[in-house]
């Protein structure tokens, strides 16, 4: 009875047709006095024409509702459509061509969902290895007749560092747009990073050489400290012996006098999970810090650029947006 309600509530226009159809005839007949033999016989004329019409039309009705109900018990994918009831009108396969589009769509979100499931697992084995290297050594400083405290404080530093990397990553992914492009002065900025890696410089010995940093750039400060953080504890790093220095020459430029990279890595140095010969050499690298920074760099509308030479040591050019840049 539901069924029959909901057919003669969406068709009753037909019906009200046929009211009025055979309203009008009865009206003629009276106004023409002509016999009302002749109403009759097309008022059963039009009402076996409806009957015929009910019955195919409610039979076509049913079979759609039941093929509706069918593909409604199931997830709704692209394969549903071959399910559909065969559309009639325009109207009907336009409906059916959008709901196409829809699920198409839907599909190619959650793949793209999935892939970024699987990157993040991937580049996650990838900072548990790295941070593998620090833990261990913490263990051992634990474990020994004599506590080390200030080699327990790098160590946990550099926990800190990697947690940092970490907690940045998944901010990039999660594509906040919490950028904030602004006019900043470089030289306290850099002085602010270098004061949190001073112990090590120390420790190794290294000279740091800063020169001609008194210049305003345009850049987002908090990401552009994330870069310079990354290259300066990469620097330091693979640097055992000589110096880092931070100059301005048109362009911000971090050089050392580390171990280098070797040519046929250079190239790769910025894709992510690229280690190289060093960082398997050393296992000291997850391949995720320059990688993180090239993708921020590009978000904020710097350029880093990177040469190297084995032995001799790495330097990294950081080109920052012009003030017609960011204007525009």
């Known amino acids: 009875m539901k069924l029959l309600g909901?057919?003669?509530?969406?068709?009753?226009?037909?019906?009200?047709?046929?009211?009025?159809?055979?309203?009008?005839?009865?009206?003629?007949?009276?106004?023409?006095?002509v016999s009302?033999?002749?109403f009759w016989d097309v008022l059963w004329f039009l009402s076996f024409a409806l009957v015929i019409?009910?019955?195919?039309?409610?039979?076509?009705?049913?079979?759609?509702?039941?093929?509706?109900?069918?593909?409604?018990?199931?997830?709704?994918?692209?394969?549903s459509l071959v399910f559909f009831p065969r559309p009639t009108q325009k109207s009907e396969q336009m409906y059916q061509e959008i709901i196409q589009q829809l699920l198409q769509e839907k599909e190619m979100q959650q793949q793209q969902i999935l892939e970024q499931q699987e990157a993040f697992l991937e580049d996650f084995g990838l900072w548990m290895h790295q941070i593998k290297t620090p833990l261990?050594?913490?263990?051992?400083l634990v474990q020994a007749p004599d506590v080390d405290r200030q080699r327990m404080k790098n160590e946990l530093f550099k926990i800190n560092e990697y947690l940092q990397l970490m907690l940045n990553y998944l901010?990039?992914?999660?594509?906040?747009?919490?950028?904030?492009i602004e006019k900043i002065s470089l030289e306290p900025v850099v002085k602010e990073v270098l004061k949190k890696y001073a112990i090590f410089f120390s420790q190794k010995n290294l000279r740091l050489v800063l020169k001609g940093?008194?210049?305003t750039v345009y850049t987002d400060k908090k990401w552009f400290i994330f870069i310079l953080e990354q290259l300066l504890f990469n620097a330091i790093k693979y640097t055992e012996n000589g110096e880092i220095a931070i100059y301005w020459d048109q362009q911000l430029v971090i050089a050392d006098t580390g171990i280098g990279i070797r040519p046929e890595d250079v190239p790769r140095v910025f894709e992510k999970g690229y280690t190289g010969y060093n960082g398997r050499e050393q296992q000291r690298a997850s391949g995720l810090g320059l990688y993180l920074c090239q993708m921020v760099?590009?978000?904020?509308?710097?350029?880093?650029t990177l040469t190297s030479q084995m032995g001799q040591g790495t330097q990294l050019t950081l080109?920052?947006?012009?003030?017609?840049n960011f204007n525009e």
């Open 136 to 140: 261990a050594g913490l263990d051992l």
């Open 171 to 180: 901010r990039q992914n999660l594509n906040h747009e919490d950028l904030v």
């Open 319 to 324: 080109t920052f947006p012009t003030e017609q």
């Open 213 to 215: 940093l008194n210049v």
């Open 297 to 304: 760099a590009d978000k904020i509308g710097m350029t880093l």
């Open 6 to 33: 909901s057919y003669l509530k969406e068709n009753s226009h037909v019906y009200v047709m046929y009211g009025l159809f055979a309203s009008l005839t009865l009206a003629t007949v009276y106004l023409y006095d």
């Open 36 to 38: 009302l033999a002749l």
């Open 53 to 79: 019409y009910s019955l195919i039309k409610g039979y076509r009705y049913r079979q759609t509702i039941k093929q509706l109900q069918q593909i409604q018990k199931r997830p709704l994918t692209t394969h």
